[in-house]
């Protein structure tokens, strides 16, 4: 995969910020404000532009007829969290513009830290300090 189809994915995404393409993994990852909101691979089908989804928006990709990101390890099918991009938004920048921004708002939920789950705190119970051996009580 070459640079042209990096550069051109990021003018497509450039709609929610200045997108930066870097190698990684033998693909291409795109990021804006330094959150990976979209990769570039081949897996087998072509050089594919695979957009971040999350929880809410997994949905509508799937209604949109959109590849889930599906590889091998093993032999065993492992998938993560990103879906082809429609075929009508990779000719236009005005369709691509809230595919772009369902990536960015994916991004932004994976940044967020988790929920804490809160446990009880137990207290010890108080100690009293005691001076080393030898030494007189401070008083």
Known sequence: MDASFADYACELL????????RRMFGGWGISV???????????GDGDTLWLKASEESRPRFEAEGCAR????????????????A??????????MQPWARLALQAALQAKKPAP???TPATKSPARKHKPPPGRPKAG
Do not use: W
């Open 116 to 118: 804490r789950t809160r």
């Open 86 to 95: 429609p075929a009508d938004a990779m000719e236009s920048h005005a369709l």
């Open 33 to 43: 404000d330094g959150m990976t909101i979209a990769i570039l691979a081949n897996l």
């Open 14 to 21: 450039g709609s929610v910020g200045p997108c930066r393409a």
């Open 69 to 84: 990101f599906t590889y091998l390890v093993q032999g065993q099918p492992k998938s993560m969290n990103y879906y082809s």
